[in-house]
């Protein structure tokens, strides 16, 4: 089974320029989530979808972070513009739909911005 | 609302020996359940161990097993023969059915030779 993939790796970007990580699910998997961990902290969630609708994004600054699932398959999420606080990395989690469904990680995008 | 807590920010085991991760949580749910996610410098958060509230056997994979104590709605997790492998960060994960996940602050457990 392949795993959640997420690109890029790592960016870097100066402070006002916008960015986009892409992600890809667990095939299957109808729940997707955009976790956003600051160095030395756990994930926090910005946004989670139930197929191509918003289930919670009420940790998502709105005034400059967006995130889409369209076909409630892969999503993006966009920062515009990037402040300096928003260096972290962005992790892209998926699980099958249910409570108590683990969630699987992709690698996650290194975002430092300058 | 619901919290974790992770009272060891650090942790340190030799190779080969048995260490014990703490975590405490809080819940008004009835039914949840509680994981243990492993964070290697690679970043992939990794699922550990998976516990359903309502089932009192603790649970366990292979080295790695729980302690589940629900009256004290403690979850500890216990690293069987250390590896250098196991060298990473270890998020304790509540969830329930009318909530998200809420994860701890992490440990980070170190594996000395």
């Known amino acids: 089974e392949a795993g959640v993939a997420q690109s890029p790796r790592y960016k870097i970007i100066e402070k006002r320029q916008s960015v986009a990580f892409w992600c890809n699910p667990i095939s299957g998997h109808a729940t997707l989530y955009w976790y956003q961990q600051i160095l030395g902290q756990g994930p926090k969630l910005l946004i989670q979808f139930q197929n191509n609708g918003v289930v919670d994004d009420s940790q998502l600054p709105k005034d400059r972070f967006s995130a889409e699932r369209l076909k409630g398959v892969d999503s993006t999420l966009k920062i515009q513009p990037a402040k300096l606080e928003d260096s972290a990395v962005y992790l892209c989690?998926?699980?099958?739909?249910?409570?108590?469904?683990?969630?699987?990680f992709g690698n996650g995008t290194r975002l430092t911005v300058t | 609302a619901q919290t974790v807590t992770q009272s060891q920010p650090e942790m340190s085991v030799q190779e080969a020996e048995t260490v014990t991760l703490s975590c405490t949580y809080d819940t008004s749910e009835s039914d949840y359940y509680l994981f243990w996610y492993k964070q290697p410098p690679s970043r992939q958060m990794i699922l550990v161990i998976r516990q359903e509230a309502y089932k009192q056997q603790n649970a366990t994979e292979n080295r790695f097993s729980v302690n589940f104590q629900k009256a004290a709605k403690s979850f500890s997790l216990k690293i069987s023969d250390s590896q250098l492998g196991d060298a990473a960060m270890y998020f304790c994960?509540?969830?329930?059915?009318?909530?998200?996940?809420?994860f701890g602050t992490g440990t980070r457990l170190q594996v000395t030779l």
């Open positions: 994960v509540l969830t329930g059915t009318a909530s998200k996940l809420t």
């Open positions: 989690a998926s699980s099958l739909t249910g409570v108590g469904s683990p969630l699987h």
